[in-house]
């Protein structure tokens, strides 16, 4: 079994900052893309920042120049850097992981973290 375990939520003023880490443990061979994700009450949840088994990163508008998302495929880790906090980052975020089990791929969530962005 897979499991995705995330860190490093909280409270945190506007303008603050703050790092989420997941980690995958379990039985794998690979790692492909991983994610984050975040959802407020009554939305869908979108996707945040993504970065590919190549390292290509992709983000949402919204947070542009704002926050960095990173892995390490050694410790089977990715870590979501955010910085310039504003209120409207409040949410839960949930980290995504397509998995290599062979000889399928399969996705994966973490059980989510809130972030709270206080004015």
């Known amino acids: 079994q897979v499991q995705l375990v995330e860190s490093g939520g909280g409270l945190v003023q506007a303008g603050g900052s703050l790092r989420l880490s997941c980690r995958a443990s379990g039985s794998f061979s690979t790692i492909n893309a991983l994610g984050w994700y975040r959802q407020t009450p009554g939305k869908e949840r979108e996707l945040v920042a993504s970065?590919?088994?190549?390292?290509?990163?992709t983000y949402v508008d919204s947070v542009k120049g704002r926050f960095i998302i990173s892995r390490d495929d050694a410790t089977n880790t990715v870590d979501l850097q955010m910085n310039s906090l504003k209120p409207e980052d409040t949410a839960v975020y949930y980290c995504?992981?397509?998995?290599?089990?062979?000889?399928?791929?399969?996705?994966?969530w973490g059980q989510g973290t809130q972030v709270t962005v206080s004015s």
């Open positions: 970065v590919a088994s190549s390292g290509t990163v």
């Open positions: 995504n992981a397509y998995i290599v089990r062979r000889p399928r791929e399969y996705n994966y």
